[in-house]
């Protein structure tokens, strides 16, 4: 027996000898599956079959090179010859040897997804369509998703639940700009990555010869993370191998977590029913986790009821429970995650490339990346862009930016057509021009077109002037008017709102959290300025605090030492010593658009469960009690997930100090886990339900301008405290509403001017302005 199957244990040696018929192996988190695949590979070349006979699937690049490198190393040059890569590089191959068939030639191109928008955008504006009901990335996503589904023109042209939905969208003629993307790439000998698997899938579907020549040549297939196939990855699965029905397919139905993308998790559940003659194979020893972590996620996935059961274990130390942490605000969440972040890298001399941060939505980072930075932590986004960085809030703060600041260029020529409004490269070229000619500002020349002799028409002096005019009004306001007021008018009447809030889709799910995490870091500046004792805070004062935030590090080392930042779904296959899972409350993780279906929070379960095995050795917890939520805080309570970990796993026995309750009990202390009505509500009424008949473009705006105006009218007076400053003295212990608990060290002045400094337990030492202070004392 060749010695690398010596390094297997007895469950991963027993599915890498297995080859004489289909076979699911169910690989637990960090249980050896990418070894397994590996020697399984080898093993079957060592077993004299030819490598171009060998057919392997993954889902990316790294990993196909990766396993490739390993198999070379035990079987030697032959593993080059091996069929291994993407579904989409494979699948590209076979079409460019067979593209005649299909109507193609060889040479033809492969549109990225920019391309591809690019043409719907074309389709739209020949067909005489409204681009802002008929968005370009809307409609592409329904035709990838149709693809995806093996579902083309024709059949969505009779598909009569597709046709009204897309009715109720506003959008009838989908199916017609469909049936026109297909022809008019086609016409162009290209094809986009969705094609590559339609193509493929119509080419054995209707040319059995041609299916049966590399069903024969593949005399095994084998395919990575089966958990995350869709339904055309899965057919032409299927029809390469309902003949000779040698398939291994390896995954983990519990890390099944992007139906978003339409991976499928029933390809993965159904494969024993519909392979017959399956064998099953489950690798259950985890070698990256602790035993308390790997308890504590077994106990919290056995609540999904559709799994392939399994009983993950681990040989490793026992380690500590999972340690959870209570925060009073968001604000005081970041602030305990930041000093607990400090304790392991001082105290336990742990690198800051050992640890990360996990959240369930983009947005969340803000307030992460910003108490790091207090503290000089160093840390890198990992697959995104820092918060400041992304292009909605960029196009945001670029208002503000020539709000305060008319002569800024940049900002001028990042939003004077954006949102559209018909001033195009032309005419800002024309601006410059005459800008740089008479050596004044763009804004300058803006503002006196006619003493500059530019030559423009007058449809687009008409559209300038209104630019103008609506830049005064805000100018006007940020010197009068506070910063978060100031704010929420520029996003509505820019126009920034109707262009963000005109669909569900995640891109645009995003970048509607994103705003809304903007402004609610606007909010929360200002009323720590006026508790400070600044009782007018303009905008000028927030674009000064934000100045370093946008001033995005250079240092593009990968290997530096930092601590990471990421979306859990972005987490998936990585590892870290220390993991931070935050934002755990309801309508946050799980997200409020699973609530409505079980299948759907179920998939939720399944990503904190892929949050947690991420951890090596610690993995901490941790949700805020209030969140600043359309300019005014609100309450929120843990997220139920919280309660679906066995509390032996659990550690909730904190010192105060570190902002954990303290009541610890065998059913979590309670912690907050009582019932409660209190859930944060969406930014707009049809995100929970997406699909709804009355989820219109025009009453999403009319929703989110509703929300907007909440926001605007909780300005008015919600930063005045509620608690007056007689009778509190120096030594007394306060609850601060986004500070936390504090103890007061000292009082000085009278009256309105009342000032109380307050040694917080996470969040430092404060000076309060009494009167706008939000507290209550508790001893």
């Known amino acids: 027996m060749s010695n690398y199957l010596e390094e297997l244990n007895d469950n991963q040696r027993e599915a890498v000898l297995y080859n004489d018929g289909p076979s699911l192996v169910v690989a637990g988190a960090g249980s050896g599956k990418t070894r397994v695949l590996t020697y399984k590979i080898a093993y079957l070349l060592e077993q004299g079959m030819e490598p171009w006979s060998v057919l392997a699937l993954t889902f990316t690049n ?21 069929w291994m890569g993407t579904f989409h590089s494979i699948f590209s191959r076979i079409l460019r040897r067979e593209a005649e068939v299909i109507g193609f030639s060889s040479n033809f191109t492969i549109y990225d997804a920019a391309d591809s928008k690019s043409m719907i955008k074309t389709i739209i504006k020949d067909m005489q369509l409204d681009d802002k009901t008929y968005k370009p990335g809307i409609i592409q996503n329904r ?4 693809k995806n589904y093996l579902i083309l023109p024709a059949d969505y042209s009779k598909d009569v639940e597709a046709l009204q939905d897309d009715a109720n969208h506003r959008m009838p003629l989908v199916s017609e700009i469909y ?46 993370e089966y958990q995350d196939t869709n339904y055309a990855q899965h057919s032409i699965v299927l029809q390469l191998t309902k003949d000779n029905q040698r398939v291994c397919v390896v995954g983990d139905d519990a890390q099944s977590i992007y139906s978003f993308r339409g991976a499928n998790i029933d390809n993965i559940l159904k494969f024993t029913k519909l392979y017959k003659n399956a064998k099953l194979f489950k690798l259950e020893r985890n070698y990256r986790s602790t035993q308390e972590i790997v308890n504590a996620a077994n106990s919290l996935i056995a609540k999904n009821t559709d799994q392939i059961r399994k009983d993950v274990y681990s040989k ?46 983009n947005a969340q980072s803000r307030i992460f990346e910003e108490s790091l930075r207090k503290q000089n932590i160093p840390y890198k986004i990992y697959g995104g862009l820092s918060f400041y960085q992304r292009k909605e809030i960029k ?3 670029s208002y503000f930016r020539l709000a305060v600041n008319p002569n800024d260029e940049e900002a001028f020529k990042r939003i004077i057509n954006y949102p559209t409004r018909g001033i195009g490269d032309i005419t800002l070229n024309k601006i410059s021009v005459a800008a740089l000619e008479n050596n004044v500002s763009l804004w300058t020349i803006l503002t006196d077109f006619a003493n500059n002799g530019l030559d423009i028409s007058k449809g687009t002096l008409n559209k300038l002037n209104g630019f103008r005019t609506l830049m005064e009004e805000f100018q006007k306001q940020a010197m009068e008017v506070d910063a978060y007021q100031v704010g929420m008018n520029i996003v509505k009447e820019s126009g920034v709102i109707n262009d963000i809030y005109q669909s569900t889709d995640p891109e645009d799910l995003s970048r509607q959290e994103n705003l809304e995490e903007l402004m609610n870091g606007l909010k929360d500046f200002v009323d720590g300025r006026q508790e400070e004792g600044n009782e007018h805070v303009l905008l000028s004062d927030y674009l000064a605090e934000i100045s370093l935030l946008t001033d995005q590090d250079n240092d593009k080392d990968e290997n530096a030492d930092k601590v990471t930042l990421m979306t859990i779904h972005s987490a998936k296959g990585l590892e870290f010593r220390n993991v931070f899972i935050v934002g755990l409350e309801e309508n946050l993780f ?31 917890l941790s949700f805020a009690k209030m969140r600043y939520k359309y300019g005014q805080t609100e309450f929120s309570s843990p997220s139920r ?53 009355n989820s219109t473009v025009s009453k999403s705006i009319v929703s989110s301008e509703r929300h907007f105006k909440k926001m605007s009218v909780a300005t008015s007076g919600s930063t005045v405290g509620n608690h007056a400053p007689v009778g509190l003295d120096i030594g007394q212990v306060i609850e601060h509403e986004r500070f936390g608990i504090g103890d007061v060290i000292n009082i000085e002045g009278s009256g309105d001017q009342c000032k109380a400094t307050v040694k917080f337990r996470n969040a430092g030492t404060k000076q309060l302005l009494l009167k706008f202070a939000r507290f209550k004392v508790i001893e």
């Open 143 to 146: 035709i990838s998703l149709s």
């Open 316 to 361: 490793k130390e026992i380690g500590d429970p999972l340690q959870v942490f209570s925060a009073y605000s968001d604000v005081e969440e970041g602030a305990i995650v930041v000093k607990q972040i400090n304790h392991l890298h001082c105290r336990e001399n742990c690198s800051y490339s050992d640890i990360a941060i996990l959240y369930r939505t």
């Open 641 to 693: 997930f919280l309660r679906d970990i066995d509390s032996r796993y659990l550690n909730m026995s904190q010192d105060r100090e570190e902002g954990v309750d303290t009541d610890h009990d065998e059913e979590h202390s309670r912690l907050s886990f009582r019932s409660t009505n209190l859930h944060r509500k969406p930014l707009f009424a049809q995100t929970n339900k997406p699909t709804a008949p």
């Open 590 to 620: 799980p997200s409020p658009m699973s609530l409505n279906s079980e299948r759907q929070l179920e998939e939720e379960r399944r990503l904190f469960y892929v949050a947690i095995t991420r951890a090596e050795e610690h993995c901490f």
């Open 179 to 224: 049936r026109q993307y297909v022809d008019r790439c086609k016409n162009s000998n290209a094809m986009d990555f969705d094609d590559l698997l339609v193509y493929t899938y119509v080419l054995f579907r209707d040319h059995e010869d041609i299916r049966r020549k590399y069903a024969d040549q593949f005399k095994y297939v084998l395919v990575d």
């Open 395 to 397: 196009d945001v703060i």
């Open 62 to 82: 790294k990993a196909a090179r990766e396993m490739k490198a390993r198999i070379e190393k035990q079987v030697g040059e032959r593993a080059k010859y091996l």
